[in-house]
Structure formats: C-alpha cells, structure tokens
C-alpha cells in the first residue's frame, strides 16, 4: 500500500507547482523550510487519496511521515486525521501519542494547520492540557506552534483558558511564524467574543511583536486597530 500511494502521489507531481511552492514555503538555505521537497500537489487532489487509502496502517504512515517529500508527509497526516475520526477513545490515544511522537516530521506550518487541531487538539478539548505548556516551551518552532494552533479547536468550543495562556507564554517568541499563529488564535477568539480578546490585548499589545499584534487586530474597525498599534 505505500508504494501505492508514493506512485499515486508522483503520477499527481506538477514541476512548474513545485517551483511555486519551493518559493512560498521557504526553502532556500537558511529558510525555515531548506530541506523540504515538494512534487506539486495542490491540496485537493492529496484530499481524495485518503478515501482509497484509509486503511493504511501507522507503520505505512510512519514512513510516509519521515520521507522529505512534503505532499508524502501532508498526505500521511490527512490519512491520520481519518483514522483518528473514525476511532474509538484507545484509539485514538493511539494516533494522538502516533503524532506526538512525529512532531519533528510535522515540520512546516501547513502541515501543522491541517492537523493539530483537528487531532491534538480534538483529543485534548476535555483532557489535561499539559502537553500543550510543554510543547509551548520547546526549542522546535514546530512544536510551539503545534501547541497554539491544537488550541483552535477549543476555541470553536468557546474555550479560550489554554488559548490565553499559550499565547502569553509565547509573547516573547523570537520565530515570525509563532507570532503569525498567537495573532491568529486571539483573532479567532474576537470572532466569538472580542471582550476577551481586547482584555488580553490591552494587558500585552506593547510587548507583543508587531506581527503577532497585526494579526490579531486585522478584523478590528480602522479606528481600534490605529489605537492598539500606537501603544
């Protein structure tokens, strides 16, 4: 079955979109994403694959997660994400511990955004939320983000504790692509309920990055977002 969907994958390959999103995704030396090999898939077609493959099995998903081809990874995590909505509660321990275990192979963001939430995040919303602090408080920018952006999913619940709490943690974030991620959870959570967003905004817009303080006003009217950014 692995070979099967490394064939599948290579037949959907398009260079001219792997050079596009070469590019976007930051891969030249230096760049967060050096390393990462792209075949040109858009996300869609990797979409389907899981129906023909959602019986694979996490060793087949294990070698698909480690390969450097980022379509094999992303696609390993949608056949993942199947998996765990279709288990019971042992089973899905089994994927959640599954991803924690990879979390150096969930390596870029989008793979990071396609899943954690709905996996981590899903799995945690009425568990400890320990693993969360800890991941917040790693030295891989992947897990930090891992960690913040699990919490959407108890965001779309109305809950924002652990929300609040990460994106505290990481105000002093040095990596852009935290800021961009806290900016985006407190922007999710004024979509719901913006006095909870403006009380933490109002206690820490001065120390936050400029990035992350952008993104969570970006929603605001003209005249609110100039009051935050002139702090």
Known sequence: MLNQIKNDLQKLGNPKLAKILSRFFKMGKGEYGYGDVFLGIKVGPQRKIVKKYSQATLKDLQ??????????????????????????????????????????????????????????????????????????????????????????????????????????????????????????MLREIGKRNQAVEEKFLKKHCKKMPRTMLRYAIERFDESKRKYYLSK
């Open 63 to 184: 070698k698909l997660l480690s390969s450097k081809i980022h379509e094999e990874r992303l696609t390993s995590l949608f056949i993942l994400i199947d998996k765990y909505k279709k288990a019971d509660e042992k089973n899905k321990k089994e994927v959640v511990d599954f991803y924690l275990k990879n979390t150096k192979n969930i390596n870029n963001w989008d793979l990071i955004d396609l899943s954690a939430g709905k996996i981590l995040g899903n799995y945690l919303l009425e568990k400890d939320k320990s693993i969360l602090y800890k991941l917040a408080k790693s030295n891989s920018v992947w897990e930090r983000r891992i960690a913040i952006i699990s919490t959407f999913e108890f965001i779309r619940n109305n809950k924002f504790e652990s929300t609040l709490k990460i994106s505290e943690m990481l105000l002093e974030d040095k990596h852009d692509l935290v800021h961009k991620a806290v900016g985006w």
